[in-house]
Structures are given as C-alpha cells and as structure tokens.
C-alpha cells in the first residue's frame, strides 16, 4: 500500500516530504513504544488504511493524533493549575540551543513549537512571565514552577507563543524540524539527526551544517 501523499515507509522511518505532512519516529521492532504524528485532514480514508499498515509493521506504534488548521491541541503544567489549547498547526518546531531557553528550562536543550498568539488560549490559573530580556518574556506556573513558554515578536508573524513541547498532553506529534542557535550548544551535548542547524533563529539566521557537529564545542565562560 502507498502512503498518502509524498511520503514514505522504509521500515524505519515514517516521514512525509512536503504539504500536509505524516511525521513519525524511528520504528525499533525491539524498541519501545513509538508514536506518530499525523499533519494531514481527518477525514483521509488512505491514512486510515496507511496507519493500519502501520500499526501492523511496528506493533509498538500505539498512539497517534492528526493535527490540521482546525485541529485543537491540549497542555498544562504539572500540577494542572495553568492549562492551555492550541489552535491549528504550528508554525515552526525547533530546537533551541541557547543559553537562555536552557537556563529556564535546567536541560541541555529545548524543544519549542511555535504559534501566533491568537492561536494559544490559556485556561485554569493565570501564567507568570519573567521578562529574560527587552520584550521576551518566559512564561511558568507559580504553582509548580513548570516552564511553559517562550513569548515576543515574530516579526511579520506578530506577537507569537512558544510552547515547550513535553507540557503538551500529546508531545509526541511536536516533531522538531531543525536546531536554532546551534554555536551556544553546551559542549558534551547534540542530537543524532541530520536536522539543519541554523546560527540563530531557524530559517532566520545562517545555515551552519546538516547533522551532528564534527567538532567539540568550546566550554562555555563561568
């Protein structure tokens, strides 16, 4: 059976090349579970049939959710207090390497997915924000502290929101697509894909390289 659309099934990876898009991870058949995101209309009678397939090639695939312009996408905090819903597709995923997005969140890197702000509706407690530098704001829970965004001036995009994808209640459908502001990497960390690493902003700012760096990178100064 094809898959629908420009997309392909290897065994391995699940990917979807351009348009509405299938995004899927790594399919181990010793692995553990493995979750696909699906970017195409519900009402796909071919994807149904090619999830089917799916389910059937790599049993440990056992959620899925399809997400379109229309498509209403849940998360909160880990206490539940602050609560939000996303509406439509985001307009990028990325990872961010900077030192800022890594001190708020206390990982090595970050991953994001962004949204303009008429496209985020917060629900239950009102967020904090912390203003982290002149017109970008980091928003968390006061409750429980969970880091929950990133928030400014997306330029022609206006005012955007950026989430942390792991507070959605169904991260695994926030596939990133490339890495941001790769030369404040922390030294001893990458990733193991062949993602664009961009200087700064993705798609904003040069492209460095495709892939893992070939060369450590120097320790950051105390």
């Known amino acids: 059976m094809e898959p629908p659309g420009d997309s392909f099934f290897d065994g391995e990876i699940l990917r979807q090349r351009s348009g509405n898009r299938i995004i899927g991870h790594k399919c181990d058949r010793q692995g553990p579970l493995v979750a696909l995101g699906a970017y195409l209309p519900r009402r796909n009678s071919r994807l149904a049939k090619y999830l089917t397939l799916v389910r059937h090639l790599c049993p440990q695939v056992t959620s899925w959710a399809v997400m379109n312009k229309n498509s209403n996408i849940s998360g909160g905090c880990l206490c539940g207090q602050v609560r939000y819903e996303t509406i439509g597709e985001p307009f990028a995923i990325n990872y961010c390497h900077c030192r800022s997005c890594r001190k708020h969140n206390g990982g090595p890197v970050v991953v994001l997915a962004g949204f303009r702000e008429d496209q985020v509706r917060f629900l239950g407690s009102d967020r904090k924000r912390y203003e982290s530098s002149a017109g970008a704001y980091r928003g968390f829970c006061e409750h429980c502290g969970t880091p929950l965004t990133w928030e400014g001036d997306?330029?022609?995009?206006?005012?955007?929101?950026?989430?942390?994808?792991s507070t959605f209640d169904h991260p695994e459908v926030m596939v990133p697509t490339s890495h941001a502001f790769v030369p404040e990497r922390i030294s001893w960390f990458?990733?193991?894909?062949?993602?664009p690493r961009f200087e700064g902003f993705s798609?904003?700012?040069p492209l460095l390289h495709n892939g893992p760096s070939s060369t450590p990178r120097a320790e950051e100064p105390t």
């Open 154 to 165: 997306g330029g022609d995009l206006g005012q955007i929101i950026e989430l942390h994808i």
């Open 190 to 195: 990458d990733v193991a894909d062949q993602l």
């Open 203 to 205: 798609d904003l700012s």
